[in-house]
């Protein structure tokens, strides 16, 4: 019985306990939101709704296509049956009154008493996040130079850091709990001073920074309004409410005393309360601890919409894989660029396990050694991580073209636009001409990138 096993796990540890469970003989009854976790290790899917257990085969992916499909199909019998509801009702209301239909009105009748009606789709309303678009700068955001950081004099956590963080950055910091992550989280978040060496960054930088120890600091006797009428003053009530808003919090909820939300909506509120400011640099240090999975592919969802720039601490790989396109490596008392992806950094991570369990480099009769196979598949990771890197921010740009597309179409749907100027209409439709050319260039890009992916890995 595993309840949330991997919630205070670092991401190398939850690489091996799923590794591990995936390849364990027995019966096991798991509570996850972990969604690759459950990809990899379950093999039937629970799911409690309404008040009801539903069970569906397969690992999480096939649970939500065969539940997507499945309340599909309860729509439309809905649907279908209350259209023949309406029918029959009709032929009853313009009948039951004549003498030579009466009979058939009557029989209509009792067919709609046996009628067992179809239940309706009441979906649970979905969990939003939206962060407010951040101030434009100049590259880099950030750079460090020979920095080093630590919380004892002399005695740095972190060394010889020359790192560059650019205003659109998507980054994952990688490492086992201990090794400085969160160290070099706070110093870009400015919580944490350098000890030697040099920082750049815009003097008006606003960076927000997010952790899971902020829960402790909020007032559980006041309301989401309340924390931000403290901490937000300058704003009226109306933008503090439409700001809280971007995070699921309805009219009535924003009064709701904070002792009562769940972690998820503590965790949503510190969202809210962390880009008050629309910051062009969030950190975020696990922030996916207390969110159920619907609510993580809604996180996915507004840091990919987001234009500003991302650093990640978090043992989610789901989220990692979506949402950073850079990776770097906290190890050895420093912090470097990783030149690979996730997969990459697993298979990096499997070749330190068999190494350090002793495994031998005997070769004969022609067989590869454990270093020949180690020095080949590094050579190969090489050679493919420029391509792969190159795919990844194909796709990245790609969806972030189809997100302003998706704003602008927005725009031009709403009838209030054409009482407006004219030259309002005109530049909207000028923008998505341009966009629709950046769209078939980027179009293009993507397609080519991901040719020489599947070229290159035959």
């Known amino acids: 019985l595993l309840d949330e096993p991997t919630n205070h796990l ?17 019966t096991m009854i798991l509570i996850s939101h972990d969604r690759d976790l459950l990809n990899a290790v379950a093999n039937r899917i629970a799911h409690i709704e309404g008040g009801k257990l539903n069970a569906y085969q397969g690992n999480f992916d096939r649970f939500e296509r065969t ?9 439309k019998a809905f649907t279908k049956q209350m259209d023949q509801r309406r029918h029959i009702q009709s032929f009853i209301d313009r009948f039951k009154a004549k003498a030579t239909k009466a009979r058939q009105a009557q029989s209509r009748i009792k067919m709609l008493e046996r009628m067992e009606l179809a239940v309706p789709v009441v979906e649970d309303q ?20 020979d920095a080093s950081i630590g919380y004892v004099p002399d005695l740095p956590v972190l060394k010889k850091l020359n790192l560059r963080l650019d205003p659109d950055d998507r980054i994952a910091l990688l490492g086992p709990n201990g090794n400085g992550k969160t ?46 009428r403290q901490l937000a003053p300058q704003l009226t009530e109306e933008k503090m409410r439409s700001h809280l808003a971007r995070f699921g919090f309805t009219a009535d909820h924003v009064e709701t005393k904070v002792g009562s939300l769940s972690g998820g909506e503590k965790a949503r509120l510190l969202f809210a309360l962390m880009c008050r400011d629309a910051p062009a640099l969030m950190v975020l240090d696990e922030p996916t601890n207390h969110l159920d999975i619907d609510a993580r592919e809604a996180l996915v969802q507004a840091l990919n919409a987001f234009d500003g720039a991302v650093v990640l601490v978090s043992h989610d790989a789901h989220l990692i894989e979506l949402a950073a ?65 190159a795919a990844k921010a194909a796709d990245h740009h790609l969806a972030k073209l189809h997100e302003k597309k998706s704003h602008l ?3 031009l749907a709403d009838p209030k636009l054409y009482n407006g100027p004219p030259a309002q209409v005109t530049k909207l439709r000028l923008d998505m001409a341009a966009l629709d050319r950046d769209l078939a260039d980027a179009e293009a890009q993507w397609l080519e990138a991901h040719e020489a992916l599947e070229t290159a890995e035959g």
Not at 67 to 75: G, P, S
């Open 10 to 26: 670092d991401l190398e540890a939850v690489l091996w306990l799923t590794a591990h469970l995936a390849s364990w003989q027995g």
């Open 67 to 75: 539940r997507r499909e499945r309340l599909d199909l309860q729509a």
């Open 126 to 145: 979905p969990i939003s996040f939206d962060f407010p678009k951040p101030e434009d700068f100049s590259p880099p955001l950030i750079a460090l130079e």
């Open 183 to 228: 160290t070099l989280a706070r110093l870009l978040a400015g919580r944490l001073a350098l000890q030697s060496g040099r920082m750049v960054k815009p003097s008006k930088l606003r960076v927000g920074y997010f952790s899971q120890d902020q829960a402790d600091e909020l007032d559980l006797a006041d309301t989401p309004l309340g924390h931000m």
């Open 325 to 389: 396109d850079k990776l770097w490596r906290v190890e050895n008392g420093t912090c470097t660029p990783f030149d690979g992806d996730l997969d990459d950094y697993r298979a990096t991570l499997a070749e330190a396990r068999r190494s350090a369990s002793g495994g031998g480099e005997r070769a004969g009769n022609g067989v590869p050694s454990r270093k020949d196979e180690r020095r080949s598949a590094a050579e190969a990771r090489a050679r493919l991580a420029p391509l792969r890197q």
């Open 409 to 411: 179409e927005a725009k």
